[in-house]
C-alpha cells in the first residue's frame, strides 16, 4: 500500500476553496503538486471530504496508458432543466456531449469483483447528457495531467438531457451530431465514443473502486467519454444539439 502524499490537506484546500468561490487560481504550489497518479487520486478525495457535497456521478473513461480517468460529479453542479445558469463572467460555456447511464441499484465494495453483465443489469436509465468543462487553474494548458486530475478532470457540471433508448445507446459507439444555435444554421459533426462501447469505461469504473474499497450508488449518474473534442457555445442563447437516431437535448444557458 502506498503512503498518503504528505501535501494532500494544502492542495485540496487550495481547490476545494477554488471550487466554493467558483474562482481560477495559478497552479498549486510546487510542494503540493502530485507527482503520479496516487497522489492525484489523494487529493481528489480529499477534496471531496472539504466540499462535504454528495457524490451524485461520475466521470470516466478507459485508461490511456498509466494514466486514471476518473472524477467524482458533486450532486450540484448536476441539472435536469433549463436555463441552467452559469457564472454572469461567462459569453460562452464548453461542452462535450456525452451518454449518461443512471443506476438503479448499489454496486457495493465486495471482494469478488464484477462482471460487465452485473454492472450493466445496474443502470436503469440511459439519457444524453452535455459535460460542461471548466478548470479552477487559471492557465489549464500549463498544468500536469495529474493536477487535473486532483481537479476532478475539468469537469464544471453535468445537463442531463431526455432519456434515450437503452439498447441502441449502449452500442452507439458513432453518433452524427447536429448542432443548432438560436436561428442559425445546423452544424453536422461525425462522433466516435472514445471507448470500444459506450458502457465499456462503466464496467471498469465499478471494478476501479471495488478494488479501492468503494462503491457505485443507485442514482448516480455515469458519463464515459465526449463523442467530439469540446467546443463552446453562447450563452443566452437556445442550444439544440441531435444525438443521431437516439433523440434531441435542447439547453439554454444563462448568465447569472
Not at 36 to 61: H, S
Not at 219 to 229: A, C, D, L, P, W
Amino acid at each position: 500500500m502506498t503512503e498518503p502524499f504528505p501535501d494532500t490537506a494544502q492542495a485540496a484546500s487550495i481547490l476545494a476553496t477554488r471550487r466554493m468561490r467558483n474562482d481560477q487560481g495559478p497552479r498549486l504550489p510546487e510542494a503540493c503538486r502530485p507527482p503520479g497518479m496516487e497522489a492525484a487520486l489523494d487529493i481528489q478525495f480529499a477534496v471531496t471530504a472539504r466540499l462535504g457535497l454528495p457524490v451524485a456521478g461520475w466521470k470516466c473513461a478507459l485508461p490511456a496508458g498509466d494514466k486514471v480517468i476518473v472524477a467524482p460529479i458533486y450532486r450540484n453542479l448536476i441539472r435536469t432543466t433549463s436555463p441552467y445558469a452559469v457564472n454572469a463572467l461567462q459569453a460562452e460555456v464548453r461542452i462535450e456531449p456525452e451518454l449518461a447511464f443512471v443506476l438503479g441499484h448499489d454496486l457495493p465494495a465486495r471482494e469478488t469483483p464484477y462482471i460487465p453483465d452485473e454492472v450493466d443489469a445496474a443502470i436503469s436509465r440511459t439519457h444524453l447528457a452535455l459535460e460542461l468543462i471548466g478548470s479552477r487553474y487559471e492557465s489549464p494548458d500549463e498544468v500536469t495531467y495529474e493536477e487535473h486530475l486532483a481537479d476532478g478532470l475539468l469537469n464544471q457540471g453535468l445537463y442531463l438531457g431526455p432519456e434515450a433508448d437503452g439498447k441502441a445507446a449502449s452500442s452507439a459507439n458513432r453518433l452524427n451530431l447536429s448542432l443548432t444555435i438560436g436561428a442559425g444554421e445546423t452544424a453536422v459533426l461525425d462522433g466516435h465514443h472514445p471507448a470500444a462501447a459506450p458502457r465499456a469505461p462503466l464496467h471498469w469504473l465499478a471494478e476501479f473502486l471495488r478494488a479501492r474499497g468503494q462503491g457505485l450508488q443507485a442514482g448516480q449518474v455515469i458519463i464515459t467519454g465526449s463523442y467530439v473534442n469540446s467546443f463552446t457555445v453562447p450563452a443566452g442563447q437556445d442550444i439544440a444539439l441531435r444525438f443521431g437516431s437516439l433523440g434531441e437535448l435542447k439547453v439554454h444557458f444563462s448568465r447569472q
